[in-house]
T-cell receptor, first 114, second 115 residues
C-alpha cells in the first residue's frame, strides 16, 4: 500500500526566505505527483503536477522536483511572502489506465512571518 | 466560473440521522471523488466515480453510499450518521483524458458534526 509522508508537519520562516518542503512515498511506481495548497477552511488548489517521466516543474516562484527512484519530491518556494502561508499537501497517483485515486500526505503547515 | 460546488457548507446531525451531501461540477469532467479530511489523518478517499454510471469504493467506504446522478452530479449519503463521521468532506473532479494529467479540482468542503 502506498504511503506518503511529509516532513516537517509545520514550518515557520521569516518573509523573504527561500524554503523547501519535502514529500516522500514508499512505492516508486507512480503515474504522477501533485502539490496542492490548502488555505484554512477552504478546499485544495492544485499548484504543480509532475509526470513520472519528468524531473521538475516550475510555476512562478514555485519549483517542484521529483526523484522517482528514491521516492522523493520537493517543493521549493523562492522569496516567501506572508500570502504563502497555508498547508501544502503532496499526492501521488498510481500507474495504470483507470487508476485515478490519489494518495495524500498529511501536509506541511507553512507560516511566513512578516 | 463555479468549478466544483458543494452543498451544504455546514451541517450538524444527531446520531442516527441521515443526510445527503451534494456535489456538482461544471467543467464537463468524467471523474468525481468524495474525500474526508480528519486532523492527523490527511485526506482519505471514500468513493469515486471514474465515469458516469460507475462508482467504486475508496479507502474508507463503510457507512456511506454514493450516487452518480449524471455527468455533473455526485452525491454522498450517510444513512445513519455516527460521531465517527464528524469530518470535513470534500468533493473533487477531474477530466481523466490523456492530455489532462488528472489534475483534481476541489470544492470548498462540507463541515459535518455528528452529535
Amino acid at each position: 500500500k502506498q504511503e506518503v509522508t511529509q516532513i516537517p508537519a509545520a514550518l515557520s520562516v521569516p518573509e523573504g526566505e527561500n524554503l523547501v518542503l519535502n514529500c516522500s512515498f514508499t512505492d516508486s511506481a507512480i503515474y504522477n505527483l501533485q502539490w496542492f495548497r490548502q488555505d484554512p477552511g477552504k478546499g485544495l488548489t492544485s499548484l504543480l503536477l509532475i509526470q513520472s517521466s519528468q524531473r521538475e516543474q516550475t510555476s512562478g516562484r514555485l519549483n517542484a522536483s521529483l526523484d522517482k527512484s528514491s521516492g522523493r519530491s520537493t517543493l521549493y518556494i523562492a522569496a516567501s511572502q506572508p500570502g504563502d502561508s497555508a498547508t501544502y499537501l503532496c499526492a501521488v497517483r498510481p500507474p495504470g489506465a483507470g487508476s485515478y485515486q490519489l494518495t495524500f500526505g498529511k501536509g506541511t503547515k507553512l507560516s511566513v512571518i512578516p | 466560473n463555479a468549478g466544483v460546488t458543494q452543498t451544504p457548507k455546514f451541517q450538524v446531525l444527531k446520531t442516527g440521522q441521515s443526510m445527503t451531501l451534494q456535489c456538482a461540477q461544471d467543467m464537463n469532467h468524467n471523474s468525481m471523488y468524495w474525500y474526508r479530511q480528519d486532523p492527523g489523518m490527511g485526506l482519505r478517499l471514500i468513493y469515486y466515480s471514474a465515469s458516469e454510471g460507475t462508482t467504486d469504493k475508496g479507502e474508507v467506504p463503510n457507512g456511506y453510499n454514493v450516487s452518480r446522478l449524471n455527468k455533473r452530479e455526485f452525491s454522498l449519503r450517510l444513512e445513519s450518521a455516527a460521531p465517527s463521521q464528524t469530518s470535513v468532506y470534500f468533493c473533487a473532479s477531474s477530466a481523466n483524458e490523456p492530455t489532462a494529467k488528472n489534475i483534481q479540482y476541489f470544492g470548498a468542503g462540507t463541515r459535518l458534526s455528528v452529535l
